[in-house]
């Protein structure tokens, strides 16, 4: 899942996001309102967690313009306000929860666990090619009822390559979704995380899912034929 944090501690956005990735979440942060308000209406995101005091628009602002365009998109408030007014206020205001600090990081990751299990369907919560089978939720990937760990970045492209099953990506599309990235031409980013992940995903089982698209890109090919 890729998650957004809008918070200006940089420390405490930095262990909060530490704290996420190493349960192989993507993360970005922002960290004042109208960065956090940009970021969040152009990029598809999973969940926004958002301070309420920040520098440039406040919290509230940035929730109430993301719910005139973004209804369902998940929102936890993060905040030392610990008023019941400001509760009612952003829950009103279309927060899904609402948490003060301080807080337990185990708090926040079961909350957040929580929203994006409500958020998605089953069906888009568990991604299945053949016998592959990615939980976007719960940061699971089993081939043949095999554990196959993961990391951040693998899990990511992976997740973009099923989602997109039998659709040629090129490696500008990849890297820009992946990595939030620009393509350069020069990097072969793209290429060594393929590789990585074809040792964990492909190597030993049988048929191979990820196949190399000449002069396009990579694809995984729902039936394990090559493109």
Aim: aromatic share 6%; glycine share 6%.
């Amino acid at each position: 899942m890729r998650i957004l944090i809008v918070e200006d501690d940089a420390a405490l956005s930095s262990f909060i996001r530490k704290g996420l990735e190493a349960e192989h979440h993507a993360v970005d942060v922002a960290h004042e309102g109208n960065q956090g308000r940009s970021m969040a209406m152009e990029f598809a995101y999973d969940l926004v967690v958002l301070d309420l005091n920040l520098p440039g628009v406040d919290g509230l602002s940035v929730l109430k313009s993301l719910r005139q365009r973004k209804a369902n998109l998940p929102v936890m408030i993060l905040t030392a306000r610990s008023r019941v007014e400001d509760r009612v206020q952003c829950l009103d205001s279309g927060a899904d929860d609402y948490l003060v600090k301080p807080f337990s990081f185990l708090e926040l990751s079961a909350r957040a666990r929580a929203l994006l299990r409500r958020s998605h369907l089953p069906s888009e919560s568990v991604l299945t090619v053949r016998d592959l089978c990615l939980d976007r939720v719960e940061r699971k990937v089993e081939r043949a009822g095999r554990h196959i760990e993961l990391t951040t970045k693998e899990f990511a492209l992976l997740e973009y390559l099923m989602r997109n099953a039998g659709r040629r990506l090129t490696r500008a599309m990849i890297i820009e979704h992946v990595w939030n990235l620009t393509f350069d031409s020069t990097t072969n980013v793209v290429d060594v995380y393929i590789n990585y992940l074809r040792r964990k995903v492909d190597d030993g089982f049988s048929p191979s899912l990820i196949h190399t698209v000449r002069g396009v890109g990579y694809q995984i090919s729902p039936d394990g034929a090559s493109a």
